[in-house]
């Protein structure tokens, strides 16, 4: 089992669509936590840190439960510029575990 | 936000060939550096993590030999692909993490490598 798992896509959703990320860590001593996002061919951006009390930034909110080990990414009202990869990232003593990532494709 | 800076951004080479490829942090001091290599259509996959003044710590399947590592300075990493093959043609990113008081990771532009 890979200590960051994320669905595996892709989402294919319309042009104004809520979307729901999932991923799940296994390692309970990990520290932080971050999503990214990866257009293709091109290198990953941090979206959002994710903090235990959830965060918001515009259309995009992160939530973090810590006993169950799971984040989340919720994207509202998707715009075509929002199709990208979506990279869970959880730090671990200073080393980065990735997961896989989820393809998001918003279609008008 | 902080700027990591890759260089070079394409590279082709020929096959037997060193490729070395290098990795800044401008305006922080970067405690570890991350390497990866993203093969078309695929997640990013570590290669090796590099902590300043110490040897890189490789992942399984990463060959140190071939592809060496070295993060002499709080700002500078160096991948260099030794004795390059086709099979290495692949899209390498470099991160890095301040560490102390922040551990967001922010990434080179990346290098594209093709081996003829």
């Known amino acids: 089992r890979k200590e960051v798992e994320q669905d595996p896509g892709p989402f294919n959703v319309p042009e104004g669509a809520t979307v729901a990320f999932n991923c799940t860590y296994s390692?309970?001593?990990?520290?932080?936590f971050f999503w990214y996002r990866q257009d293709c061919r091109k290198e990953p951006k941090l979206l959002m840190s994710v903090y235990s009390s959830g965060n918001e930034d515009g259309r995009f909110t992160a939530q973090l439960n810590r006993a169950s080990q799971y984040i989340s990414l919720l994207i509202r009202d998707s715009k075509l510029s929002d199709s990208a990869t979506y990279l869970c990232v959880v730090n671990r003593n200073y080393q980065l575990i990735w997961g896989a990532g989820t393809k998001l494709i918003i279609k008008p | 936000g902080a700027v990591v800076s890759q260089h070079p951004s394409r590279v082709i080479c020929k096959s037997g060939t060193s490729v070395k490829i290098e990795c800044r942090s401008l305006?922080?001091?970067?405690?570890?550096m991350f390497w990866y290599r993203q093969f078309p259509k695929q997640s990013l996959m570590l290669m090796a993590t590099?902590?300043?003044?110490?040897?890189?710590?490789?992942e399984q399947g990463v060959e140190k030999d071939k592809f060496l590592i070295n993060h002499a300075s709080l700002t500078l990493s160096t991948l260099t692909v030794t004795s390059a093959h086709p099979e290495d043609s692949s899209f390498y990113i470099c991160?890095?993490?301040?560490?102390?008081?922040?551990?967001?990771?922010?990434f080179g532009q990346g290098t594209r490598l093709t081996v003829v």
């Open positions: 390692n309970s001593a990990s520290q932080s």
């Open positions: 305006d922080f001091q970067a405690t570890t």
């Open positions: 991160s890095a993490i301040e560490g102390r008081t922040n551990t967001e990771a922010f």
């Open positions: 590099s902590n300043e003044g110490s040897k890189a710590t490789y």
